[in-house]
T-cell receptor
Framework: AQTVTQSQPEMSVQEAETVTLSCTYDTSENNYYLFWYKQPPSRQMILVIRQEAYKQQNATENRFSVNFQKAAKSFSLKISDSQLGDTAMYFC??????????????FGQGTTLQVKP | DTGVSQNPRHKITKRGQNVTFRCDPISEHNRLYWYRQTLGQGPEFLTYFQNEAQLEKSRLLSDRFSAERPKGSFSTLEIQRTEQGDSAMYLCASMRATTDTQYFGPGTRLTVL
């Protein structure tokens, strides 16, 4: 069974600074996707960034980038130039994309990020 | 693309009552997922549909839970004889089976007194 672990329950960063959120996962699959989702307080979950396991190049989306280390099963999120609107709970998630692809997401426990002015 | 909608947004009920939640996915998304999220935790998979067929159910989904997706459009999640442990946020998400990205609704927050 796949598991996703986020070892940082809470983090804080000053506005305009850079912060990195950690995520490790465990799987025996070779074909999968990894995601970071953001859940602002009392608002719905939105996708921040996604990474296909077969791609070595790390995904980037504007101020958000990942460091994907497949052998180490590590998938960290870097937020550059942090903004107050980045304050949210961040979830790392795994999706198997093998032959038994159901599309279900397996989430980590989440990291609460507070951006301070 | 109007997004995934869920109703009601909040539900307060007494222990032992039945409740039903509705999810309207993004049109043309043939897969629909239900997750449960307790306070301060990540969402946990409950069940999913491809079109009208319910293809997988988590062991978290006890006999008191039932989900349907008639005609492959909206879905309902019913909890019978609610217990205090059912208090949680129930999230719905949808996607096309050929893609990898799920889109989430705002959730239904259930409080069982």
């Amino acid at each position: 069974a796949q598991t996703v672990t986020q070892s940082q329950p809470e983090m804080s960063v000053q506005e305009a600074e850079t912060v990195t959120l950690s995520c490790t996962y465990d799987t025996s699959e070779n074909n999968y996707y990894l995601f970071w989702y953001k859940q602002p307080p009392s608002r719905q979950m939105i996708l921040v960034i996604r990474q296909e396991a077969y791609k070595q190049q790390n995904a980037t989306e504007n101020r958000f980038s990942v460091n994907f280390q497949k052998a180490a099963k590590s998938f960290s999120l870097k937020i550059s130039d942090s903004q107050l609107g980045d304050t949210a709970m961040y979830f790392c998630a795994f999706m198997n994309w093998g032959s038994s692809n159901t599309g279900k997401l397996i989430f980590g426990q989440g990291t609460t990020l507070q951006v301070k002015p | 693309d109007t997004g995934v909608s869920q109703n009601p947004r909040h539900k307060i009920t007494k222990r032992g009552q039945n409740v039903t939640f509705r999810c309207d996915p993004i049109s043309e998304h043939n897969r629909l997922y239900w997750y449960r999220q307790t306070l301060g935790q990540g969402p946990e998979f409950l069940t999913y549909f491809q079109n009208e067929a319910q293809l997988e159910k988590s062991r978290l989904l006890s006999d008191r839970f039932s989900a349907e997706r008639p005609k492959g459009s909206f879905s309902t999640l019913e909890i019978q004889r609610t217990e205090q442990g059912d208090s949680a946020m129930y999230l719905c998400a949808s996607m096309r089976a050929t893609t990898d990205t799920q889109y989430f609704g705002p959730g239904t927050r259930l409080t069982v007194l």
